[in-house]
């Protein structure tokens, strides 16, 4: 915005009222930013075009959880989740979940958003719309608290959006906007390898998780498309490299598949690939989407799986579910406009 500012002869403090604006204020309009003079929002409206993303529809799920669909300028469609927590057991937050791709090329078997396809990246703008929308949705029909926490997992893979993702985390962190703790930030990706090493190197603050699903290269390969290109022995290095030069843990997902990765074999390999990796554990009982046999095990079989994982040393715990009854849980999201 300073380079703007100087190419329109204007004031170095300007930039920073506009970057307000945009980013703390969410404004949808440049007409809304009352401080700047007429004469700059016109020069402003020839340079700079703001737009806010449509909520096409929204569904409300027993627990709360809302799910938005959101239309693109050019006619896409994304999703985003936002989970408000509420409970005795923790302080008023508000959760959102976003998308940082329209569909995803990854393929895993148990997923939704695959299923279409990978159509094209986010920019950073649609990456942080997601946010100031669903902000703005808040202001007027909750109970005015603002998105604390920000999850990169809707649909797509971050890390293959790796330069608009980092710009929007740095955009939502930045003290002038919306001041979000990296520690209240989430990136998870199905482990590609040589960015999570860029990630590494980049020595932000952020949660890293990564989405394993299964304990071995056979297993993974079966359903995890990319573990071909990067398999486990790759993914474990690139983790190690993560956690020496970061100095934080990795959060590792296991989505639990009746018969497939639940059984106490599974456990123990899950434990081994583990070992020399500052990491937790989140078991995920797996979500039905449409066109897979994928089930769910007992919830005997997941409280079984559980407890050998604690006992072989893992820091594990089962991840509250939010939002399945509306198809807004992990591995559920589409991007479509269903009647």
Known sequence: MLQLMEELNEPAFRAKQLFAWVHNKEISSLDEASNLGKGLLEKLSQKVLISSLNIVKKQVSQDGTTKFLLALPDGNYIECVLMCYRGDRSKKRNTLCISTQVGCAMGCGFCATGKSGFTRNLTVGEILGQVYTVNNFLSQEKDGYKIGNVVYMGMGEPLLNYANVIKSVRLLNSKDGQNISMRRITISSCGI?????????????????????????????????????????????????????????????????????????????????????????????????????FTRPSKKRIYEFLREIKELGVEVSIREEKGTDIDAACGQLRGKVVN
Request: net charge positive; glycine share 2%.
């Open 193 to 293: 390898a040589p960015q999570i090493k860029k990630l590494a190197d980049q020595k932000l603050d952020l949660v890293l998780a990564i989405s394993l699903h299964a304990p071995t290269n056979e297993l993974r390969s079966k359903i995890m498309p990319i573990n071909h290109k990067y398999p486990l022995e790759k993914l474990k290095k690139a983790c190690q490299y993560y956690n020496e030069v970061t100095k934080k843990r990795i959060t590792f997902e296991y989505a639990l598949i009746k018969d497939f990765n639940d059984q106490p074999q599974h456990s123990k390999e899950l434990a081994q690939f583990l070992k020399g990796i500052h990491c937790h554990v989140n078991l995920i009982p797996i979500n039905s989407v449409p066109g897979s046999s």
